[in-house]
């Protein structure tokens, strides 16, 4: 029999109810808590209001209706101000390499030692309510709850900013935020605004580069990198200290959606990120990621021909080296979204001994910013008492009230030094956070320094290290956003600096919106631009893994399907470690050519291909002479084309795909015994098909 847990007070007999409303149909089981009021009252009709006679009006007195519709009222919070839309999941890092030669840092210090940790993903312009799949950079917070207090990681899933100095960043936001008369566009920087401000901020021209490419359409938040991007320093037991970069990096491999079918999924799936995450770690498929350091000293940093304090800039690892020393792996979907999503507060103030900041002016005005925006998201300074938020090493001081206070410190002491409580805390000089001690020197100006100067060599770097493909998607991410842009002048700006960036991708940017290259007037750069070498780590494509573990491809069955096959498809599919959706014109499913039935996962209507990885299409003659009448199901076929996905098929799916109008190529497999079957799988591993773009029926 079930009974209250303590502190609940139970239902003292299972009731069933019958009122004007009708009858409650309602299970009670015995032993079940009762439902009370905040003030512990037990309520006795959670349906009907207080009301002055059967059908007159609701009385003021009703205390219980009050107080539920008032705390119904205040459960918003004010969303984050940018990076509103968000999804998390707790899990744990484990230290693989001993980094004590480097920090002091005990979650880094030995091998082994494991730390948990809470991980926030989010895109960046949209509201809390918007899609998951607009082009966007991904924000990437890792809180490790460490022995020494929490230390907040909170990064981006690109390695450079937008601007180089705190003081820009609300003109950077209000500028790709939705224009403020008219609220529109949401979650978009395609419009006017937004590529008004990046014009006249050659800085930002490297991170737009990234906000252009793949990068910014990720197919899953499990796939994508995450980094720290500004440099920090890491100081060891004997106070010596070098720079650092921390670097996240995908077991899965970065992997992108096409541009097309981002727009497909936020209408078939706007909690597509969202729930992929939580799907995955509920079958317990559980993410993770590498922690790289890029470990240097201040020699190395005078010799990189760019600043090292500019968050405009990457080191290359090709020049400094990434040493992989520890994983994360999330494998625990929250309890409840607004406890611990919502409410979990990062700011990158929140360090731990052996890591400290650099001069990077960026970092240094966040610091600033995420304590006092928590000071007004969650109401007050004890943001920290929250569960999601509390270190997990035992924190005492002697701070005190707020708002929020949850706490009941007794004692009247609550300053220090005292000699009243001994017992009290103390400060720790030797083992406690100490920053370090360096000279600066200087006027006291408003000056950028000449040394972030050079604003175009790394956006070049960028777009000459990636493959053919990733540029034509870069030329054709900017057509498409200067194609949103209706002011002409703002549009000659953006090209006039594609012009210093490199001649190919104007050409290609101007070809696909109609304008003569010749026509742009080039900006005039601060710094001529260097050629630097390539460094093909920068692009996504050279890190592809080819594997199909942690995705899922769909089969669209009609009656008649062989069910050898499918059976066949089904084995490659889960040994490959990926999911296979089995989708049915109709939810009831169908049946195989021996007549046994074949459950459906989706009906059609509701699970477009855009939501898969690789599809299938099996079934029998007059199965898929029904199907070939459905739009929907041409449509099925000829979007799995244009997103460039591997298609299997059987003799009946051809028919399909030849009324779409698909095409073959070599990731267009007809499946009917294991071999067939291993190269569709292999097909499918390979990702994206890039050969096929510029096909009749896909994007070029
Ligand atoms: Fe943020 N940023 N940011 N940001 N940021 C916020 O803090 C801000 C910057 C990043 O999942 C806010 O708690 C300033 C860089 C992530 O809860 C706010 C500047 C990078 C998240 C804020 C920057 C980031 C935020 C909004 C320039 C990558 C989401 C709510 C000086 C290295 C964290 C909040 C989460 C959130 C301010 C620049 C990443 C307003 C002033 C650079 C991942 O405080």
Redesign the pocket.
Known sequence: MPSARPGQRAVPSPVSRTGAGGELHQQVAEGVPALTSNQGVVVADNQNSLRGGQRGPTLLEDFLLREKITHFDHERIPE????AR?S?AHGYFECTHDCSAFTRAAFLAKRGKKTPVFT?F?TVAGGAGSADTPRDVR???VKFYTDEGNFDL???NVPV?F?QD?IK?PDLIHAVKMEPDRGFPQAASAHDTFWDFISLTPESLHMVMWAMSDRTLPRSLRMIDG????TFRLVNAAGEWQFVKFHWRSTLGVQSTTWDEAVQLAGADSDYHRRDLWQAIDRGDFPSWTLGLQVFDQATADSLPFDVLD?TKLIPEELVPIQTVGRMVLDRNPANFFAETEQ????PSHLVPGIDFSNDP??Q??LF??L???LS?LGGPNFHQRPINQPRCPFHNLQRDGQHQMQVPGGRVAYEPNSLAPEGPRESPRSGFNSLALAEEGPKARLRPESFADHYSQARLFYRSLTPPEQGHIAAALAFEQGKVDTAAVRERVLGHLAVIDAGLLADVCQRLGVAAADVVPARPAMPPQDLPPAPSLSQLASRQGELAGREVAVLVADGVDAAVLNRLRLGVQRAGAKLTVVAPLLAGVHAADGSPVAADHALAGAPSCLFDAVAVLGGEPGIAALCGKPAAADWVRAAWRHLKAIGHDDGGHALLQAAGVGSDGAVVALSGKASVEQFVAAAAAGKHLAREGAPGTDA
């Open positions: 984050r101000v940018v990076h968000g998390a926030r989010s924000g990437f917070a909170v990064g981006n900013f601007i705190a960043f980094f720290g991007v500004h968050p979990v507060a990062f700011c960026l970092l005005g966040r910013s995420y006092d925006t928590q998201r």
